[in-house]
């Protein structure tokens, strides 16, 4: 028996486990020798694939040892009662894209919109290094790869990284990811180096994905630093993160994760950009909820404050708060109040999400969510667990719904 079963679930949040030079053996020959293999030298994903020592000192050696592993009759025997247990590149089908559609069988999924595990903090960097032939290299070369896995199982949606620091070749860059096959446009959640996202000079870019009905989507770890580095300065020993180490995010700069989200958003709707294309869908992708409500509130005040002052604001049909249940979509983490989430904002803000295959997501992220959703109406888990998806992903998700 699947995980999830007796109802449809999408999951819009699901993840690849790249090897070490993955980005680079999708990228152009030219560029390859400029992109550093992955640094995996905390061990922290090896950990459930045996000692992490061991594994990094032959890392090629040791990714050949796990595919072989995951092949083998002991490991699949006892794959099912072991899907939500095994994470990272323990995980069924986390590298080896053969192996995914057994692991959304055994999950009980609908479909997953697939994000990368360790390059969006990469492609964010090299968008703001100065380097634009790196920049859009990587982003082609992440592109492909992403397109790649995906292409074994039409459930599995590829999200297609599209830089914006050109204001001139973005839409360009949306037709390549478009043809490749991409399901999702990622950008970066903050701001692109030296212009505002809601520059005019884009509008291109979100009319080329209205018209494809694709989403634009956000996710965590698309930004520079979520607070001051100095905040962690602190003169007291450093806790473990999700993983047991060091490099993920703990309580103190979870609270920045809002951030640039927040801020881009609002950015977006106060400038026009979502009257100007009003089906256009946009998605705010592991990088939790329970900010939205108060973020709304905070939205429809300075809607209030400086509505008689600027133009930009007098041109809107509609008021903030009205933009994001028309047009925007959030993942709540599984440990977030997702039944109050939803009764502060409305049954059309919040999707499920798995995080698979990684640590963050939990072992029971289903059980979870029942638990906050309570009695809600049976429409509001529907519209939790598939329809805002459905919505969210335009054609994709009519594709689905069809099938």
């Known amino acids: 028996m699947p995980y999830a079963s007796g109802r449809t679930i999408h999951d819009a949040d699901a993840h690849i486990m790249e090897t070490p030079t993955w980005l680079r053996d999708h990228a152009d020959p030219g560029l390859r020798d400029r992109i550093a293999p992955l640094d995996l030298s905390s061990g922290n994903e090896l950990r459930q694939t045996g000692d992490p020592d061991e594994q990094l000192r032959d890392l090629n050696a040791a990714f050949d040892r796990l595919a072989a592993k995951h092949a083998s009759e002991e490991y699949r025997a006892t794959e099912a009662e072991e899907i939500m247990a095994r994470k990272n590149f323990a995980a069924t089908g986390s590298f080896v894209a053969e192996d995914r559609p057994r692991a959304l069988d055994l999950l009980g999924f609908q479909s997953q919109l697939v994000f990368n595990t360790f390059h969006n903090r990469r492609l964010r960097n090299w968008e703001h290094g100065g380097d634009g032939e790196l920049a859009v290299g990587a982003a082609r070369a992440h592109n492909r790869g992403m397109v790649e896995f995906c292409s074994v199982d039409d459930r599995l949606l590829a999200s297609c990284y599209v830089p914006l620091f050109d204001i001139d070749a973005a839409p360009g860059l949306v037709d390549e990811a478009l043809a490749m096959g991409a399901a999702a446009l990622l950008i970066a959640s903050g701001c692109p180096p030296g212009h505002s996202p809601s520059h005019v000079g884009l509008d291109p870019v979100w009319a080329k994905a209205e018209e494809a009905g694709i989403p634009v989507v956000f996710h965590v770890g698309g930004t520079g630093d979520l607070i001051d580095p100095a905040y962690f300065q602190n003169g007291l020993p450093v806790p473990p993160d999700f993983h047991g180490g060091e490099e993920n995010f703990r309580s103190v700069d979870y609270m920045g994760i809002p951030g640039p989200p927040a801020q881009t958003l609002a950015t977006l709707i106060f400038d026009g950009v979502l009257e100007r294309f009003p089906e256009l869908r946009i998605g705010v992708i592991e990088q939790g909820a329970i900010w939205v409500p108060s973020w709304l509130r905070q939205m429809e005040s300075a809607y209030d404050a400086f509505h008689r002052h600027e133009e930009r604001l007098q041109a809107l049909s509609l008021r903030p708060s009205d933009y994001v249940r028309r047009q925007i979509r959030f993942t709540p983490y599984p440990t977030e109040d997702v039944g109050w989430i939803i009764a502060n904002t409305g049954p059309e803000i919040c999707l499920f999400s798995s995080d698979y295959p990684h640590v963050e997501g939990g072992r029971k992220p289903l059980e979870r969510f029942e638990s906050s959703l309570g009695d809600v109406d ?20 009519r594709r689905l719904a069809a099938a």
């Open 378 to 397: 049976e429409s509001v888990r529907q519209a939790f667990y598939c329809d805002n998806f459905l919505d969210l992903m335009g054609t994709a998700g």
